[in-house]
């Protein structure tokens, strides 16, 4: 048996003069004439089999049957909407500009842009690593479109705080007991001032009287991990990315969590740059890193 087709116009002509109480709006906002309205509604009547409209006084109301109707009519245009606009803006193309700190970039950034393309596959992506600083100056210049950083309590118009994460002393698996060199300057691998990690870490050294120094300095979080792994000292970061022949030690002052943000250039940013920030909130709530996250 051959099922009945639901015409989407029909449909929609049903939809609207519901919504506006009125068939004669609906016909002038949908471009039609009243009589072609009329002849919609009969056919539409005539594919369900029964009334969906009675008339109460000098006006029509929906009976239970177009009840029911209206509410799958709603569904159905807003899944056809819907598919319209997907296969719409897959065709847009663009540059999107996207700043993101050391650790998040390497970390899942290959996940983001394999299922942002997937939606749009014309966008083309510039993705800048750089440190907290850089990062938000850009994005108040519109350089970029969206930043994702550290928490350094230095914000933006645009906002958004995604979580936070424990920070820990890290150090290689088979470096020395640091917590026994309570008397020597602990040797610290960090980024160069200003950062804050970095800050984080000294402010809690300082606390406990614990004695430190500077043992190197790196620009990349690689070159941390990698003089870390050397012996050269420890350092304060993230589990993000931490490599498997370095460890989180404890004994050392407590640290606090760090926060990260999402910083958008605009208020009301286009469809693919949204779509490119949810991206991003759900890669941090679905790999969640190995650490809380915290809402």
């Not at 539409?44 to 109460?56: C, R």
């Not at 402010?203 to 979080?221: F, G, H, K, N, Y």
């Not at 003089?227 to 002052?253: E, F, K, M, N, Q």
Request: hydrophobic fraction near 45%; glycine fraction near 6%; charge should be neutral.
């Amino acid at each position: 048996m051959r099922r009945p087709t639901f015409d989407l116009d029909v449909l929609r002509t049903f939809v609207t003069g519901v919504e506006f109480n009125s068939f004669a709006k609906a016909a002038d906002r949908l471009g039609r004439s009243t009589s072609a309205v009329s002849a919609q509604l009969k056919k539409l009547e005539e594919q369900v089999g029964t009334p969906v409209l009675a008339k109460s006084g000098r006006g029509l109301v929906l009976t239970q049957v177009g009840e029911s109707l209206l509410s799958h009519a709603r569904r159905l245009l807003e899944l056809n909407d819907g598919i319209f606009q997907t296969l719409h803006e897959s065709q847009i193309a663009g540059t999107i500009r996207l700043g993101l700190q050391e650790d998040f970039g390497e970390h899942f950034l290959s996940e983001i842009l394999r299922r942002f393309v997937q939606t749009y596959p014309m966008v083309s992506l510039e993705v800048r690593i750089a440190r907290n600083a850089e990062l938000l100056a850009l994005v108040e210049s519109a350089g970029l479109d969206l930043a994702l950083t550290w928490d350094a309590g230095h914000t933006s118009p645009y906002a958004t705080r995604l979580g936070e994460t424990q920070m820990h002393w890290i150090a290689a698996r088979d470096a020395p007991p640091f917590t026994r060199l309570a008397e020597s300057p602990l040797p610290l691998i960090m980024f160069d001032a200003p950062c804050v990690l970095r800050s984080a870490a000294t402010q809690a050294l300082d606390a406990a009287q614990m004695p430190w120094r500077i043992a190197l300095t790196s620009p990349s979080v690689a070159g941390i991990w990698a003089a870390v792994a050397a012996g050269l000292g420890l350092t304060l970061r993230t589990r993000i990315g931490l490599p498997s022949h370095l460890t989180v030690i404890d004994g050392l002052p407590p640290v606090p969590s760090i926060g990260y943000t999402l910083h958008s250039s605009g208020a009301d940013p286009i469809p693919a740059i949204r779509q490119l920030a949810m991206l991003i909130e759900t890669s941090l709530q679905e790999q969640a890193f190995n650490f809380t996250v915290a809402k």
